[in-house]
């Protein structure tokens, strides 16, 4: 995640994609275990937007490694 510093209540996210594109990610809700901050690593799984830097997220999991983030994403918990 490169901005906000800390996640709280902003409508949008910027992240780098593994290909070192900004995205713009739209979010409606959160739920977070613990605080998302500025070089977090995230998953995003959302679709596309209107533009192709523009993502409308279902759900953003964060994490050490995106095994974590999507496991948390889908509420379960990664084998060890």
Do not use: C
């Amino acid at each position: 995640m490169e901005w906000p510093a800390t996640l709280t209540n902003e409508p949008f996210v910027i992240v780098r994609g593994n290909d070192a594109v900004l995205y713009y990610v739209s979010i409606a809700a959160t739920r977070r275990d613990g605080p998302v901050t500025a070089g977090s690593r995230i998953a995003v799984l959302g679709l596309e937007g209107r533009n192709r830097h523009e993502i409308n997220a279902v759900g953003i999991g964060s994490g050490a490694t995106a095994e974590v983030a999507l496991a948390q994403l889908q509420d379960v918990r990664p084998i060890a």
